[in-house]
Antibody, heavy 128, light 108 residues
Framework: EVQVVDSGGGLVKPGESLRLSCTVSGLIFSDAWMSWVRQAPGKGLDWVGRIKSERSGGTIDYAAPVKGRFIISRDDSRNIVYLQMNSLESEDTAIYYC???????????????????WGQGTQVTVSS | DIQMTQSPSTLSASVGDRVTITCRASQSIGSWLAWYRQKPGQAPELLIYHASSLKTGVPSRFSGSGSGTEFTLTINSLEPDDFGAYYCQQYSSYSSVYTFGQGTNLHI
C-alpha cells in the first residue's frame, strides 16, 4: 500500500522560510515523480511544482507564483521529497499536499501527470 | 500557461440523478486530463486519468470523455457520498506546468 505523509507546516512571518517534508512508502521511490499542490482557505487546488525521477532526468518545474522562491528536492536514499519555501508571503497561506505523479503507458507511450496518491496535507500560515 | 475552465461552478442534484461537469482547456491538451473529487476536510482523490481511464477501485458510475480542448466528467446514479468539489487538471506533455480548473461544488 502506497503511503504519502507530509509534514513541516506551521506559522511563520512574512519574509521567513519554511521547509516541508514528504515521506513515501510502498513504491520504488527512486522511480517516482513527485509534486506539491496547495489549497488556500476556501479556494481551489493550485499546482506548486514537480520533480521527476533521476532516471527521467530529474527535471524540476514550478508554477509562476512560486518560481524563484520555492525549491523542490529529493533524497532517494531516504524516500523523502522536500519543499523549501523562502520569502514567504501571506498569499502562500494554504494546506500543502505532497502527491505522487502517476506514470502509465498507453499505446506504448509513457505518460505522466495525474496525481494518484496524496498526503494528508500540512498547514502553512504566513502572518505577522 | 494553459488555462482550465470548469462549468458549472456549483451544481445541485438529487440522489439517483445523472450529472455532467465540463472542463475546457485554453489550448489543445490531447487526452492529458485528470478528474479529482475532494470531500470536505479531506485530500483530493483521483477518479479519472488520460481523460477517460478509470482509476482502479473507483466506482463505474464515474466516467470521463473528451480530447483536445473539451472534456466532461459524468456521474451516473448519484449517491450521497458523491457530494464535494470536483476538479479537472491538465498535464499536457507540451507544457512544463500542470494546471487545475477552478472546481465545481456538487451539492446533493
Amino acid at each position: 500500500e502506497v503511503q504519502v505523509v507530509d509534514s513541516g507546516g506551521g506559522l511563520v512571518k512574512p519574509g521567513e522560510s519554511l521547509r516541508l517534508s514528504c515521506t513515501v512508502s510502498g513504491l520504488i521511490f527512486s522511480d517516482a515523480w513527485m509534486s506539491w499542490v496547495r489549497q488556500a482557505p476556501g479556494k481551489g487546488l493550485d499546482w506548486v511544482g514537480r520533480i521527476k525521477s533521476e532516471r527521467s532526468g530529474g527535471t524540476i518545474d514550478y508554477a509562476a507564483p512560486v518560481k524563484g522562491r520555492f525549491i523542490i528536492s529529493r533524497d532517494d536514499s531516504r524516500n523523502i521529497v522536500y519543499l523549501q519555501m523562502n520569502s514567504l508571503e501571506s498569499e502562500d497561506t494554504a494546506i500543502y499536499y505532497c502527491t505522487h505523479v502517476q506514470g502509465y503507458y498507453i499505446g506504448g507511450d509513457f505518460n505522466a501527470g495525474s496525481h494518484d496518491f496524496w498526503g494528508q496535507g500540512t498547514q502553512v500560515t504566513v502572518s505577522s | 500557461d494553459i488555462q482550465m475552465t470548469q462549468s458549472p461552478s456549483t451544481l445541485s442534484a438529487s440522489v439517483g440523478d445523472r450529472v455532467t461537469i465540463t472542463c475546457r482547456a485554453s489550448q489543445s491538451i490531447g487526452s492529458w486530463l485528470a478528474w479529482y473529487r475532494q470531500k470536505p476536510g479531506q485530500a483530493p482523490e483521483l477518479l479519472i486519468y488520460h481523460a477517460s481511464s478509470l482509476k482502479t477501485g473507483v466506482p463505474s458510475r464515474f466516467s470521463g470523455s473528451g480530447s483536445g480542448t473539451e472534456f466532461t466528467l459524468t456521474i451516473n446514479s448519484l449517491e450521497p457520498d458523491d457530494f464535494g468539489a470536483y476538479y479537472c487538471q491538465q498535464y499536457s506533455s507540451y507544457s512544463s506546468v500542470y494546471t487545475f480548473g477552478q472546481g465545481t461544488n456538487l451539492h446533493i
